[in-house]
Structure formats: structure tokens, C-alpha cells
DNA sequence: TTGAAAGCGTTACCAT
DNA sequence: ATGGTAACGCTTTCAA
């Protein structure tokens, strides 16, 4: 069907070695021969067959990203980066979505695995995809964790400081004076989640603020979870004064329902979150976050692969950590 | 290296032939040898090698979406909309970014093809795509145009009607009061550009208005170009009332832009754009656009393609225009 | 119901 | 400097 090495061979009166020699730039071949098949290819509008190369090859120079949600910027933000650096490493980057559900990561394990891509860049659903990890794993695909890390696995990452960044949000509503402060947390099986949450009580105890059951939500993403979380906190004896959102879709759909209550914020709530907004927030940027370097996650995640890939990293398994960057802005009263 | 079906049939006692019937389905098999084989695989971890099975039956089962980029909503919508299609259908989806970047674009057409994926939902970058759907075409690579039309090439695809949304959005300002309606228009060289502008000179002269070149301006996304543009625009002699943003981008820009000269929007300036804003605006669903069915687009545009690749579609080339939805909000007065 | 051989398009290896 | 042959892992075709 498509015009092959062997096609353009007869027409050039050379073997189909030498064509290939002249695609690769290998070995020692005639200028006058390589024009001449060089030639030939274009008028014949040669494609050559990445498939077949290889399979005899045994490298796809293919890698793979994996983020949980495409509507998410900071996960477009990191596939940019990881775009990127695939690009100037010389590799192609296949990239899918998880929507945050396991079955699709499990999907989405074996299509990687039979494209006998290269490496995996993986931002796990939670602690629930250690099977998918092992399988991975026990194939000796090589893989990159991002953004979240897995307990059980052993493997290069990298992270932000999502302990640190709580920290930081809660202190800074601590400082603003606030007292009771709710938390909006994600899902405990998530790692990210559970070290935002740390990060929260620690600051309390630290401040000497007592830790309240009733003003911590675990959310899983539910439809109408998260109003129903708000609603309740703010029907509280003593409801809190402000809110602290573990990441950005929460902080989204916290306001929202803040805002369906009539309570304004930051006047009757003040509310600080994980990670950047939408660009669009430009329009009016209000909200008082721990941003991460999202596109960095990509770049690095990228470089660490190809590293592993290519024998160039140490035998120990690293572990980066990128910091947050808090902007204070209205939302919080910071501003 | 990886277990192949030789290393399986030599372990289950038979030939490879009967692996690869029982993977497949296909033939008849004793249930006797199908089980003792489908362990085998289990026990031995067998996973198929997708490339070497595309390489004898001639088709992958890929598909490539060629988005322009990969932060806009719009973009995003679509993709999850193609890629559950795709799903729904059988194939696998290959998402690649071209960053309205010709280069990246052409590059892009180069993996598509010695992937040899099976079609392309395609995303042009401009008029200026033209040689390379041209070189898709040349090579028998089915593909189908999404969201932008190319003049000079003839095939399927799945367009908004930019016309008739600009139309509305125009005649609303008017009915708004506004007699000085300024265009902030995308590149001349992109189809949707073309035809919001051309909607919107329509309206003017429909309702008795003056068109004034002075009021229209094009933008070619480079930095800094929107606030100049909108600073003109503000300092002319009879400065325009309302402002009509060819897409969401662009609408941004200006919304900054104006800010930052000191311009209140609705109050000072009314703004209008095509295409909704991120989800983000829930906070403040503050933008009248023209939205359009992005996630429809990603799924018809994968159906149009698939009845093109498997020979089920109609000999013509089949155009599918999806209408946008007027939203009505505070930017423009109006609500 | 099962198997042997050929071939998909390429590159590695050994010749010449 | 160039070519022949085998191999990559699988399916198709034909035969038993």
C-alpha cells in the first residue's frame, strides 16, 4: 500500500540496505547514491514505517503522560512541560486522560504496554493505583511518578510540597485572624490530600488552636458533595471563619456554594487554596492560593525518565520536590 | 525480551498459531487447549505487542487529534468529547498540541503518518495548513477539520456557525443601545475569523450603522498586541461603546487591558466574545459569549471520521455545523 | 482442531 | 561502498 525501502530500492538500483543506511545516516555511502535515493524518496513521497523500525529496534521513542484530569490548568500547565522536554530529548509524547477513575487508568496501562512505548510519566488516581504501578513495574516499563506518590512503590517522582504549602495558607489565615478555620479536603487515598490535611493540623497545634473534628471534609467528587460539605460547616454553632480548600476544583465548587448561601467572601468567609486558577482569573485575580510550578513538574518528570530510560540515572530512586508559591490576594483578606 | 506467543505456545505444547487464535477469538479451539493457554498467558504475564500486530493487518486502531492548544477550555471539552468517542468506537486516541504553531504543526503530520495511525481529527492552525492537510491527503491518511475550514481542501468536517453567532452577539449590543461597536478579530488567515468579522459588518449594515474601518482590529496573538489595540481603540476621537472579542482569548486580553487604562466593564465599555470562558467563572459568570457545543464537536468530529476510515461513509464530503448558544450575562448589560 | 510457511517494513550482522 | 539474510512479533493463507 505505502511506498516502502524496497519500493524505492528498485527504483534506484540499490538494495534496500542502502536505502535504509541513507534514512539512518549510517555507514558509508556514494554522495552520488544518496542524492539518488534521496531523491527518489521524495518524488515516491516516502513515509517511513515507525512500527516496523521498532519492532526490530526494540525502542518506540515514545513516552507517555498520564494526568487525571484535562480540564484541570495544572495539569495542562505540566503536559506542556512535559511536551516540551519530550520534544528536545528527541522522544514523542502520547497523552491520556484518567478522569480520576481507576478503570481507565487500568485501560490505559495495558494500551501503553502493548504500544511498547518507551516510559511512562504518571499522575496516579491515589493510592488505589498501586496495582496498576506493580503491573508496570513487574513488565519493567520504566515510570515516572507525578504530583502524587504511591505507598508500596518504590520509584523516581516528582512532588510538590504540599505539607509545606498548607502550612503556609493556614498560617497566613491564623495571622489574618482567624481562629476556626475549616479544611476542604480531598480524598484520604490520595497522597497530596493527606499531606495538605497534615500540613493544616500541624499549624493549628503549633498555634495552639484546637483541632475540630466537625471542621474537616473529605471530598471524593461527588455531585453535590461539596455544597453539602459547605452547608453543613456553615450550619454549625460556631461555624468557621474561613476556609481552607485542598486544591483548586474544591476551592471552585466551595465558593460556589458559599455564594448560593448569600455569603460573600472574603467579608463572611475568608477562603484560601491549593494551586493556581484558570487563567482567566486575570479578570479579576482574587483568590489567595499556594501555586505550583506545574509546567516545571513536567520538565523535570520528563528529564528523570528519559534519564532511567537511557541508563544515565543512579541506581537510587529520586524523589524531587518542587515548593509552592503563596500569592496573597483578596480572598483571604491579604490583600 | 518480553514474552512473545512463541514462548507461550512452547510452554502450553502448541504452535503459536493456536496463541494467537485464542487472543483473537477467532477459528475453533478446543476449550481443553483455550484454557491451558489463556493460564499460560496469565501466569507468564503475556502482553500483545501492539506494534508488530499493526504491521501485518494494516491498521492501528489509533487515532491522532491535532489540537492548537491545549490551555483553552474549548480545546479541552473537545478532546475529552473525541476521546470517549473514540473509546466508544474501538480506537485509541493520540492527542497532540500544535500550539497555532505551523512547525510544530508540520512536524506533527510527519508522526501521524509513520505512526500510521488510522485518521486525523485535525485542528488547522490556519489557511496556511493547507500543504500539510494537502500532504495527509497525498498519502490516503483519512482526517476530518474540526472547528476550522481551509479553503483549497475538500473533506469532512465538523464547523461552529461563527457567522451566525457573531450576528447575535452584534445585534444584541445594538439592541443594547450601542451604536459604536468595536471588533477585536483573530487573524484574517483563520476561518472562524473571517466569519465573525464578516457577521459582524453584516449586522451593522442590517441595522443602519456605519461600518468604520478604524473600529475593527486584528489581532495575530503576539504579546503585548491586544492592550495595544484596545488602547487605540479607547483614544480615538469617538471611542467605541462596546467591544465584540472574535474568541475567549482575545476577550481576556481586553478585559485586562481596559482594566488597566482605568475602564469599567459593563459600565464604561460593554464586551461580548465567542466561545465560553473557563469553568472557573462560576465564581462569577460575568461574560455574555456565544458558547459552543465543544464536547459535541470532539464527538461528532470522531464519528465523521470513522465512517470515513471503515468505508461507511457517504462518497461526498459531509459538513456538519453546530449552532452556538447565546449566554446572555453582566458584561454587556445584559442581565 | 491444529500447524507450517510466508510476509508485514525495517535494521543488525556478516559478507563482499 | 554495497548487498544478502535473518530477525523483530504477529496474522494470513493454505494444508493436514
Redesign the pocket.
Known amino acids: 500500500?505505502?511506498?516502502?525501502?524496497?519500493d524505492i530500492?528498485k527504483q534506484a538500483?540499490?538494495?534496500?540496505?542502502?536505502?535504509?543506511?541513507v534514512?539512518?545516516n549510517?555507514?558509508?555511502?556514494?554522495d552520488?547514491?544518496?542524492q539518488r535515493v534521496l531523491d527518489i524518496m521524495k518524488e515516491m513521497n516516502?513515509?517511513?514505517?515507525a512500527?516496523?523500525?521498532s519492532?526490530?529496534?526494540?525502542e518506540s521513542r515514545i513516552l507517555s503522560l498520564l494526568i487525571t484530569d484535562i480540564t484541570n490548568p495544572f495539569y495542562t500547565s505540566l503536559a506542556r512541560g512535559a511536551e516540551d522536554a519530550a520534544r528536545e530529548l528527541g522522544y514523542r509524547l502520547l497523552l491520556a486522560n484518567s478522569d480520576e477513575e481507576l478503570a481507565k487508568e487500568k485501560e490505559y496501562i495495558d494500551t501503553v504496554l502493548s504500544a511498547r512505548v518507551d516510559g511512562v510519566l504518571f499522575a496516579p488516581a491515589g493510592d488505589a493505583s498501586l496495582p496498576n504501578l506493580k503491573r508496570l513495574r513487574k513488565q519493567n516499563l520504566p515510570f515516572v511518578l507525578i504530583d502524587r506518590e504511591v505507598p508500596g512503590i518504590e520509584c523516581d517522582m516528582v512532588l510538590g510540597d504540599s505539607k509545606e504549602g498548607a502550612k503556609r495558607l493556614t498560617s497566613h489565615l491564623i495571622e489574618q485572624g482567624h481562629a476556626r478555620i475549616a479544611l476542604l479536603g480531598g480524598s484520604r487515598g490520595v497522597s497530596t490530600a493527606r499531606a495538605r490535611q497534615a500540613g493544616y493540623e500541624e499549624t493549628l497545634q503549633l498555634s495552639g488552636l484546637p483541632y475540630r473534628e466537625e471542621y474537616v471534609a473529605e471530598s471524593h467528587y461527588r455531585a453535590g458533595e461539596i455544597a453539602r460539605h459547605v452547608k453543613r460547616l456553615m450550619a454549625l454553632p460556631e461555624p468557621p471563619t474561613a476556609l481552607f480548600a485542598a486544591n483548586n476544583f474544591l476551592a471552585l465548587g466551595a465558593i460556589r456554594a458559599l455564594r448560593d448561601q448569600g455569603l460573600r467572601v472574603p467579608e463572611d468567609v475568608a477562603v484560601v487554596c491549593f494551586d493556581e486558577l484558570e487563567a482567566g482569573f486575570v479578570l479579576d485575580p482574587f483568590m489567595t492560593v499556594a501555586a505550583q510550578p506545574a509546567y516545571d513538574f513536567g520538565v523535570l518528570g520528563i528529564r528523570l525518565l528519559v534519564d532511567r530510560i537511557q541508563g544515565k540515572a543512579a541506581e537510587d530512586w529520586r524523589r524531587v520536590v518542587l515548593p509552592p508559591t503563596v500569592h496573597l490576594r483578596r480572598s483571604s483578606g491579604g490583600t
Open positions: 500500500m505505502m511506498v516502502t525501502i524496497y530500492a538500483g540499490c538494495s534496500a540496505m542502502t536505502v535504509s543506511r534514512i539512518n549510517t555507514g558509508r555511502i556514494s552520488e547514491t544518496r516516502y513515509v517511513p514505517n512500527m516496523a523500525r519492532l526490530v529496534k526494540q
